[in-house]
């Protein structure tokens, strides 16, 4: 709802300002059913195989420098560690977080929309540091950004298709 309050403004959000990136968030008529998985979210129709693939995008973003759509999507966790680039990208626990943002782009490309290979995890972390909760939680937030890889996803596809014709159960 927060970049949806910017997105209808046409602003960007604080978080661009913050990190120098001349973004707004996206406005398209489909965005909210992008955002539900469950109700279509972003898709298309490979047409080599038959099958039609589809995710739920968290947000758009637009760079307004590049005129290409930016793939984001929020992570929210709770931990003394602080949020670096180096280590969120290379722990075991968030290999699918890049595998999910590489098909994002991948079906975004194929919905004929430019997209930046440069992707965002907008990473909030619960601030354990305070004394009292008074029920309300604090988070900092940090942008991760993710050089994307659309190399693999059709070969994936193709196996996919195969294991789905095949007689054999994998």
């Known amino acids: 709802k927060e970049f949806d309050f910017y997105r209808e403004k046409k602003e960007p959000h ?5 990190y120098k990136l001349n973004f707004i968030p996206y406005q398209h008529k489909d965005i ?16 080599d195989t038959n099958l039609i693939l589809h995710g739920g995008v968290d947000d ?3 760079d307004l420098d590049e005129k290409k759509l930016v793939v984001a999507d929020y992570k929210a966790q709770s931990t003394t ?5 180096e280590y969120y990208l290379k722990s075991q626990y968030h290999q699918g977080y890049k595998t999910q943002m ?4 991948y079906i975004l490309r194929n919905m004929n929309f430019n997209v930046s290979s ?7 972390n619960g601030v354990k540091t305070k004394d009292k909760f008074n029920s309300n939680m604090e988070f900092d937030i940090t942008l991760v950004d993710y050089e994307t890889d659309t190399s693999w996803v059709q070969n994936k596809i193709n196996d ?8 054999t159960i994998p």
Request: glycine share 4%; aromatic share 16%; proline share 2%.
């Open 32 to 47: 909210n059913q992008w955002r539900e998985s469950l109700k279509g979210g972003i898709s298309y129709h490979d047409e």
């Open 102 to 105: 590489d098909i994002y782009v």
């Open 14 to 18: 604080p978080i661009f300002k913050k």
């Open 118 to 124: 440069t992707s965002y995890f907008m990473v909030c």
């Open 160 to 167: 996919m298709k195969l294991t789905l014709d095949s007689n």
């Open 60 to 62: 758009v973003w637009y």
């Open 81 to 85: 560690t602080e949020v670096e680039k």
